[in-house]
């Protein structure tokens, strides 16, 4: 897929994902601190990484974020 300039989060979103690999993860030990990649990660369920600030008790909804590599020049603006 090729992206366009004018592309919007809303376009990417609207284009069907296919399989794929994971290619990076990583964890913030606290909220707003810098993100580091772990050697390993564990994936607590209905909790999200083990070591991320998320899984240490947070009631939110979403417990990971996952980004495909072709949308990050849209996300990344």
């Given at each position: 897929m090729i992206l366009k300039?004018?592309?919007?989060?809303?376009?990417?979103?609207?284009?069907?994902?296919?399989?794929?690999?994971?290619?990076?993860?990583g964890i913030r030990p606290k909220h707003q601190q810098a993100m580091i990649m772990p050697?390993?990660?564990?994936?607590?369920?209905?909790?999200?990484i083990e070591g991320d600030h998320i899984a240490k008790g947070s009631?939110?909804?979403r417990q990971v974020?996952?980004?495909?590599?072709?949308?990050?020049?849209?996300v990344s603006k």
């Open positions: 300039h004018d592309q919007t989060l809303a376009d990417l979103r609207s284009i069907n994902a296919s399989s794929g690999k994971l290619s990076w993860i050697k390993k990660a564990i994936l607590l369920e209905n909790k999200g009631s939110r909804k974020t996952l980004i495909q590599e072709e949308h990050l020049p849209v």
